[in-house]
Every structure is written in C-alpha cells, then in structure tokens.
C-alpha cells in the first residue's frame, strides 16, 4: 500500500502546476518589493561567491543567501524577474514537502495543520514572488524536524542558513535552547545539577551555536543591518535602543486570528479557555492587569514615515478598519485576541510551543514595522509541532509530568 503522503505530495504538486498556469507563468510586473529585490540579485549575480565588500555594500536590511541564490539564478538565465519567482515557487513546493514528510506517520490533525500553514495570506504571496521569506522559512522547517529527530548538528546548520536569510529566525534555534533549559529544570530545580547537566546532555549546544551564527553579520555591519539602508528606511540607529509594544500587540493578536481560533473551532477545545481563568486564577488576572496596561500605554499602531506610508498594521487591522472597528475599541479587541494568546500558551504547560511563540512575539518588538507575514515562520513552526502530540497542549495537558512546576 502506498503512502498517503505519496498521494499527498502529488496533490500539492497538482495545485503548483495549476497556480503557474493561473498566474500566466509568472510573467508581469515587479510586485512591491520585487522593484528592488531584483536589482539586488542582479548586483549579487556579478559575484556569485560575494566579497565582504559586496555584502557591506547591498541594499537590503535582511541577511544575503536569498540574493545569492537569485544572483546565480541571474546568471544563469539572466535578469528575468520569471526565473526568480520560479525558484522562490520550487523552494515553496519543498518546504511543503518537508512539511508533510517531516510529519507524523499518523496524526489526527494532519490536514488542518497543512490547511492552516497554505491558508495563511502572505503563505501564497511570498510564494509566487520572489520574497525573502521562503528561503529563511525551510531553513527553520527544516532545522525543526532536525531537531525532533535527533539530528541536532543537521539542525544546526539548517538554523544557521535561516538567520543567514532573515535575521530574526535566530527565535527558533533560542526557543530551543530556552526549551531545553526548561526541561532540565523540570527535572531537577537544584541550580548545581542544572548546570552539570548542561556538560551531560549537549543537546542545546548546535542551536545555541545557531543563535550566535547572527554575530557575524553584526560585525560585519556593525549593526543589525547596512547602516545606509536602514537609514533609507527610516530605521536608524536609534531606533535600536526603542521597543514597541503595539507591535508586540498586533503581533499576539495575528496568532489569534490565523493559529488559534481555527485550531479550538476545528478541534472544539473552547473548554479550555472557559476553565482558564477557574483553573489558573493567578496567571488569568496577571494578564488581564498586563495586557490592559499595555492597550492603555502602548496602543498598537503602524510605523509611518517617508519610506513606509501604508497606515494599517497588517490584514487584521485592514478588516476592522474596512468595517469600522477602529480607535480604542480595536486595541481592546486587539488586547482580547492577546488574551487568548497568552491562555493558549502560557499555564504550568509551558512546552517547546510556548518558548517559540514567547522569543518570536518579544522578538517583533524591535521589528521596523508591523506587518502580519512577520508572524508566518511562527505560525509554520505551530502547525507542524500541533501534529505531535508531545507538543500539542491538548494533548500533552493530559500527562501530569509535563508541567513546568509539577515537581
């Protein structure tokens, strides 16, 4: 009997082959980004193994291997902005592959967890165009199903490809690390063991090595990115010492919307959320006290300047406005849909789930501006741990051994 993942895999493969005919080929104009994504493959295409000058000197705020890649891409084919879109599309099609063959055998929630990750917007957009973010998303895909398997170092270096594309994928290799730690402590709170353990059992080793792997890029830039192009776009040196919490916001209530709502209206654990504040009294009004002192503070708005101008947040934000939700009854819907957010992931079953989403969520507060595809690698990351009972806390809630403060 053949595997259903055959059949699968076959199906997607179908989809692709109908979405390059829907979209003409990819032929057409530069899409947004693409108006200067594409000068700066072509700039790469001019040395396909790039000097430090070059990677001083190119105009983008994300780290180079997209560009790299497209610069061979450009000379090979030359300057065709099709041949770019087709290998931002084939690089989409393997990362679902490694999705469905990096899954479970058998899990329950296969289907909407493939269904969840393809009907995520900007899942689509940044596959038919040639973006960035697919490249840096298989990189982390990829460094995950290395690390379920045991293949720590194979993780490693997936992790590191992924920073080397965008840098604020260094939240998944640290989520890892930071889960680890945790399970040790889960163990054994004695700080002695804790630490000995640590020289036992490397296992976080490879992806502590993955989250210094951004150090370089700061050296070389002596910052976070070139220094010119973050001050083209308005996001300059001093903004390095600022943090936004209204991102942060915005940020938390995208997961809502896109991950966790589908995921309890399909699985129908609305229960959950209605014996929260019963079951954890404590954490429920600490996040109501935190979450409206930050809607009052530190109310969720997009950056605008000279280079951005677009005035909404994200998709999210788009909706309410189009329908009339706005002003301080959207941050409090804002500030409802982080409450479910932090239920959903944050009680005494603090697992591998709860650390991606913490470091991804703080992580956005530094981000330039908001933006709902910024949430995609996280919302990836979800849905493929969700087919793993051991990372799904519905079902891992049932084991007593999994808490965070059981001992």
């Not at 409450?339 to 991804?360: H, K």
Request: aromatic content about 20%.
């Amino acid at each position: 009997m053949r595997s259903p993942k055959l059949y699968i895999s076959l199906g997607i493969l179908v989809i692709f082959i109908a979405i390059f005919f829907l979209k003409q080929n990819f032929l057409g104009e530069n899409y947004q980004d693409e108006h200067h994504y594409l000068p700066t493959a072509v700039f790469f295409s001019k040395e396909p193994i790039p000097s430090l000058d070059l990677l001083k000197s190119y105009g983008e705020l994300n780290t180079p291997v997209p560009f790299i890649l497209g610069g061979w891409v450009v000379s090979v084919f030359g300057e065709n902005i099709q041949c770019l879109r087709l290998l931002t599309f084939a690089v989409s099609f393997a990362l679902l592959m490694i999705f469905v063959w990096g899954s479970p055998d058998y899990s329950k929630r296969f289907f909407l967890c493939l269904a969840g990750l393809m009907a995520f917007p900007n899942y689509y957009l940044c596959s038919v165009y040639y973006y960035t973010d697919i490249f840096a998303m298989i990189g982390v895909l990829a460094g995950v199903v290395a690390y379920i398997r045991k293949a720590h170092w194979w993780g490693m270096i997936f992790f590191i490809g992924a920073v080397a594309s965008r840098q604020y994928m260094l939240a998944f290799p640290a989520a890892i690390v930071a889960y680890e730690f945790l399970e040790r402590l889960k163990k054994d709170f004695s700080i002695r063991h804790f630490l000995t353990g640590l020289f036992t059992d490397r296992t976080w080793l490879p992806y502590a090595l993955a989250v210094l792997s951004i150090v370089p890029w700061i050296l070389l830039w002596k910052g976070p990115a070139p220094a010119a192009v973050m001050t083209k776009q308005y996001y300059d040196s001093d903004k390095l010492i600022q943090y936004n919490f209204g991102y942060v916001i915005y940020s938390s209530a995208c997961l809502a919307v896109y991950y966790i709502i589908p995921e309890v209206l399909i699985t129908r654990n609305l229960r959950y959320f209605i014996d929260y504040p019963k079951n954890h009294p404590r954490l429920f009004i600490g996040y109501i006290i935190l979450i409206g002192a930050l809607i009052m503070l530190f109310p969720a708005r997009q950056a605008y300047n000279p280079y951005f101008t677009w005035p909404y947040l994200g998709y999210v934000d788009q909706l309410f406005m189009t329908i009339g939700i706005t002003g301080f009854v959207k941050q409090i819907i804002f500030g409802l849909l982080m409450l479910i957010t932090m239920m959903r992931f944050f009680s005494p079953y603090f697992n591998l789930t709860s650390c991606v989403v913490l470091i991804n969520i703080l992580l956005l507060g530094k981000a330039q501006l908001s933006w709902d595809k910024y949430s995609l690698p996280m919302i990836m990351v979800l849905w493929f741990l969700a087919m793993f009972d051991r990372h799904w806390l519905f079902t891992a809630s049932d084991r007593k051994q999994d808490k965070l403060f059981y001992h």
